[in-house]
């Protein structure tokens, strides 16, 4: 049976909060990748950063619902949402846009995980982690390459 170790991505490019949106925008471009591991000055993993990220920046700005009851106005949503939505909306670098709540995997667990965790998390890569260091990537088109091997 298969790992992720066996599929998985091992030169990994990496970008760093730093970097700005176009710079990421030419790494997936010309690379033909669809999101980034994001490590900060010493190498450790911090977050991810996807194609979604950049497309974010471009869609229409989302108003927070709210109810109006006794000359009150309740906030379905939280201010923080909307913050956040703003500051993608406007994010000039990387650490304005990507995720740093992350999803990891082992090098050594089953292709079968990587997939429940993909379609649980809808998610279309996972940083593999071993011991905490970053030792690759997996992503869905490389699950969709062993059914063709």
Do not use: C
Not at 42 to 66: A, C, N, R
């Amino acid at each position: 049976m298969k790992t992720v170790a066996d599929i998985m991505t091992k030169e990994l490019i990496t970008v760093k909060k730093e970097k700005t949106v176009r710079e990421l925008a030419e790494l997936f471009v010309t690379h033909r990748i669809s999101s980034l591991p994001v490590t900060d000055e010493k190498g450790k993993l911090i977050g991810i950063v996807t194609e979604s990220d950049l497309v974010e920046q471009s869609k229409s700005l989302h108003l927070p619902t709210v109810i109006s009851l006794f000359d009150w106005v309740i906030y379905l949503e939280t201010e923080k949402s909307l913050e956040k939505e703003l500051q993608k909306m406007g994010g000039r670098t990387v650490e304005d846009i990507y995720q740093p709540e992350l999803v990891s995997i082992k090098s050594g667990a089953s292709l079968s995980e990587a997939a429940d965790l993909m379609s649980n998390r809808h998610i279309n890569s996972i940083p593999v982690l071993d011991d905490g260091n970053l030792v690759g990537i997996v992503a869905r088109i490389d699950i969709i390459r062993t059914l063709l091997a």
